[in-house]
């Protein structure tokens, strides 16, 4: 099984450009979220979905986008970055409530 | 609503020495409670969990937890560090109801000392 499979590990992108980050899982996972890290932070989360055509916003939406048109795929979209969305991104699932997530591997993105 | 603190972000223990990572909890449900791990450059993994019953719950790699209901705490525990245990540990709380949004704490950073 390859789990969740996050693309792609690494981008830079300039201030003001845009991009989506990949998100597929293959459990056949109806919960899936986003989490972005950052030193001494932890991991907070910005975005979840608890099927498909269903989203909400976790803690730290704004300037990030979401749509789940398919139970296996959960993209992220930035519409414009900024600095401060330099972070890692991870995705992770999980099969229902209170069941343990499952990570990916992670997105390291740097906006300059 | 919930959250967690993560007393301590960087412990370190010598090898062979009892590990102690604290994590305290508030919850106005009763929480679900999660421990994972994160090794450098890879995504997190876990450790235990704890949802109902026993409340010492035991988990991979020789870690365990309690959840102590009356402290509103869930601190990681391993008798015995090994130099493989060095990462950062993170605890997490989930409050039930329809989604399964994981709260997370700061993290903690293990060091092992040979």
């Known amino acids: 099984n390859a789990g969740v499979t996050q693309t792609p590990k690494f981008q830079v992108l300039k201030t003001g450009q845009s991009m989506t980050l990949q998100c597929a899982q293959d459990?056949?996972?109806?919960?899936m979220s986003w989490y972005r890290q950052d030193p001494g932070m932890g991991l907070r989360l910005i975005h979840y979905?608890?099927?498909?055509?269903?989203?909400d916003q976790g803690e730290v939406p704004n300037g990030y986008n979401v749509s789940r048109s398919t139970t296996e795929d959960f993209p992220l979209r930035l519409l414009s970055a900024a600095p401060s969305q330099t972070s890692v991104y991870f995705c992770?699932?999980?099969?229902?409530?209170?069941?343990?997530?499952?990570f990916g591997n992670g997105t390291r993105l740097t906006v300059t | 609503a919930q959250s967690v603190t993560q007393l301590g972000s960087h412990v370190s223990v010598s090898e062979g020495a009892l590990v102690l990572l604290r994590c305290n909890y508030s919850?106005?449900?009763?929480?679900?409670l999660f421990w994972y791990v994160q090794y450098p450059n890879q995504g997190l993994q876990l450790l235990l969990k704890?949802?109902?019953?026993?409340?010492l719950v035991k988990g991979i790699n020789g870690f365990e937890a309690e959840f102590k209901k009356s402290e509103t705490s869930f601190h990681l525990t391993k008798p015995s560090a090994h130099m493989s245990d060095a990462a950062e540990y993170f605890c997490?709380?989930?409050?039930?109801?329809?989604?399964?949004?994981?709260?997370f704490g700061t993290g903690t950073l293990l060091a092992v000392q040979p």
């Open positions: 459990m056949n996972h109806e919960y």
């Open positions: 992770a699932s999980s099969s229902q409530n209170g069941s343990p997530l499952h």
């Open positions: 919850s106005s449900v009763p929480p679900y």
């Open positions: 979905s608890v099927g498909a055509g269903i989203t």
């Open positions: 704890y949802t109902t019953g026993a409340t």
């Open positions: 997490a709380v989930s409050g039930g109801g329809a989604t399964n949004k994981l709260i």
